[in-house]
């Protein structure tokens, strides 16, 4: 959290048992003190500090420090597994003034994984093919997704790849680049996301994670070495569609 001014709880706020006070605090430039027209009219807006994408949010009663919540990378949701529980996840459902919601995992072995991602310079994302067969992709069945879950590259449906073998995915762009593998894909208009310097990437099939990869500080590359193994390496070579190395 930043230097900005802390919030003070007014005198008299009720907090049900068993219930929640959302807070949602707000940052803005200059004159402007008008309160966000995204924050729900049941939350304590207050004009104090934003919340960073590395960061940590302390709760105080008086002086003495009573819990604290901190993360490294961007986060959709963080908070408790289990309302009122210790352990703390940041693969979570935004739930405002609700119970806390896990995301869907996937169970099992998943045939694709993701095998490297570019966070500087022309973002991409690597997917790997891990099982023994050729695979097809069905329709609306995977996708990758940024941090904030609001964009995200449909893998078009009737794409092959190969067992052992990538596809590129290019995010940020609607036309391929010069430099792109023969087996790549881009984004399309209205879907478009790039990666920040502290940021997360999700791969998803018909909405369950399968797997994720996530980093507190712009990656050349990150990714699996070798690869689709469990090994993750934050400081490899460039090697859209080809084999990861150091």
């Given at each position: 959290?930043?230097?900005?001014?802390?919030?003070?709880?007014?005198?008299?706020?009720?907090?049900?048992?068993?219930?929640?006070?959302?807070?949602?605090?707000?940052?803005?430039?200059?004159?402007?003190?008008?309160?966000?027209?995204?924050?729900?009219?049941?939350?304590?807006?207050?004009?104090?500090f934003a919340v960073g994408s590395k960061?940590?949010?302390?709760?105080?009663?008086?002086?003495?420090?009573?819990?604290?919540?901190?993360?490294?990378?961007?986060?959709?949701?963080?908070?408790?597994?289990?309302?009122?529980?210790?352990?703390?996840?940041?693969?979570?459902?935004?739930?405002?003034?609700?119970?806390?919601?896990?995301?869907?995992?996937?169970?099992?072995?998943?045939?694709?994984?993701?095998?490297?991602?570019?966070?500087?310079?022309?973002?991409?994302?690597?997917?790997?093919?891990?099982?023994?067969?050729?695979?097809?992709?069905?329709?609306?069945?995977?996708?990758?997704?940024?941090?904030?879950?609001?964009?995200?590259?449909?893998?078009?449906?009737?794409?092959?790849?190969?067992?052992?073998?990538?596809?590129?995915?290019?995010?940020?762009?609607?036309?391929?680049?010069?430099?792109?593998?023969?087996?790549?894909?881009?984004?399309?208009?209205?879907?478009?996301?790039?990666?920040?310097?502290?940021?997360?990437?999700?791969?998803?099939?018909?909405?369950?994670?399968?797997?994720?990869?996530?980093?507190?500080?712009?990656?050349?590359?990150?990714?699996?070495?070798?690869?689709?193994?469990?090994?993750?390496?934050?400081?490899?070579?460039?090697?859209?569609?080809?084999?990861?190395?150091?």
């Amino acid at each position: 959290m930043d230097n900005d001014p802390a919030i003070l709880l007014p005198e008299g706020t009720i907090i049900p048992a068993g219930g929640y006070l959302l807070i949602a605090p707000y940052k803005t430039n200059g004159l402007l003190t008008k309160v966000p027209a995204e924050i729900p009219e049941f939350a304590l807006a207050v004009r104090s500090f934003a919340v960073g994408s590395k960061d940590e949010i302390s709760l105080f009663y008086n002086e003495n420090l009573e819990d604290f919540i901190s993360w490294q990378t961007d986060v959709n949701a963080i908070g408790r597994v289990e309302d009122g529980g210790s352990e703390i996840s940041s693969l979570m459902i935004p739930t405002p003034n609700k119970s806390n919601e896990l995301e869907i995992m996937f169970q099992g072995n998943a045939p694709l994984l993701l095998n490297e991602v570019c966070s500087r310079g022309l973002d991409y994302i690597e997917i790997i093919n891990v099982s023994f067969n050729d695979m097809i992709v069905g329709k609306d069945e995977w996708k990758v997704e940024d941090s904030r879950k609001n964009d995200y590259v449909m893998i078009p449906e009737g794409t092959k790849i190969k067992a052992g073998e990538f596809l590129v995915i290019y995010p940020d762009v609607i036309r391929l680049p010069f430099s792109a593998p023969k087996e790549a894909i881009a984004s399309s208009a209205g879907f478009r996301f790039g990666f920040g310097n502290s940021d997360s990437v999700y791969l998803k099939y018909h909405g369950m994670i399968v797997d994720y990869l996530t980093w507190s500080d712009h990656v050349t590359s990150i990714g699996r070495l070798p690869d689709g193994s469990e090994i993750i390496d934050f400081d490899m070579f460039l090697t859209p569609g080809k084999a990861n190395r150091d």
